[in-house]
């Protein structure tokens, strides 16, 4: 279904009251600053599309293609994009606050000023991806299944360690790992990937 067709046949709402537009094939639509809240567009084609200050929060993008639209200043707040390819997407100031971005194809992608805290980035591909003011590195995953990250994003003080849901600065999560986990297996991956993100950043001058 194309969008036109969405909007002079009447698309089906999903159960959380979004718009019912999955596998549907919006390339190119013109969809600035639509209200798309909770819609499902679930492995819907969206190449190209333009939906600068859309609303898409909590909306359902598994799998979505969406290389080369524009998403600037969008609210994409809680919403699905596992598994989405947003290569070359324009992501400019937009909102992705705890979004899932698990495995997602984001390079060369433009998210300078966009809002990335408690976004999951698990194995998603940030190759020459643009973050402007803000970094991220990611290390590799534990063997309990957590993704380790250091970053320093917009509102940090000082680089972040996320892994989980734990948020902590270097020296706490050094910290942390050894008193919860000192003398596992498992404590001593953490602190391990831990340094070798630090040693990381310092190598790229990211940190001194």
């Known amino acids: 279904m194309t969008w036109e067709e969405a909007l002079v046949l009447g698309a089906p709402h999903t159960t959380t009251g979004g718009v019912n537009l999955r596998n549907a094939d919006l390339g190119s639509a013109n969809l600035y600053g639509a209200n798309l809240r ?8 969206l190449g190209g599309a333009n939906l600068g200050g859309a609303n898409l929060r909590n909306a359902n ?19 699905n994009l596992y598994g989405a390819d947003l290569g070359g997407v324009n992501l400019r100031n937009a909102d992705l606050g705890s979004a899932n971005l698990y495995g997602a ?15 999951d980035l698990g194995g998603a591909n940030l190759r020459n991806a643009d973050l402007g003011d803000q970094w991220i590195i990611q290390g590799p995953c534990t063997e309990d299944g957590y993704w380790t990250f250091l970053q320093k994003l917009t509102d940090d003080n000082t680089p972040m360690i996320k892994a989980g849901c734990r948020y902590l600065s270097i020296p706490e999560s050094l910290a942390h790992w050894k008193r919860t986990r000192g003398g596992t297996k498992l404590g001593r991956e953490r602190i391990a990937i831990v340094k070798f993100l630090e040693w990381t950043a310092m190598n790229r001058g990211l940190i001194p």
């Open 105 to 119: 194809n984001l390079r060369n992608a433009d998210l300078g000023g966009a809002y990335l805290r408690n976004a």
């Open 38 to 45: 909770n819609a499902d567009l679930g492995g819907a084609y």
């Open 61 to 79: 993008l598994y799998g979505a293609y969406l290389r080369d639209a524009d998403l600037s200043g969008a609210n994409l707040g809680g919403a």
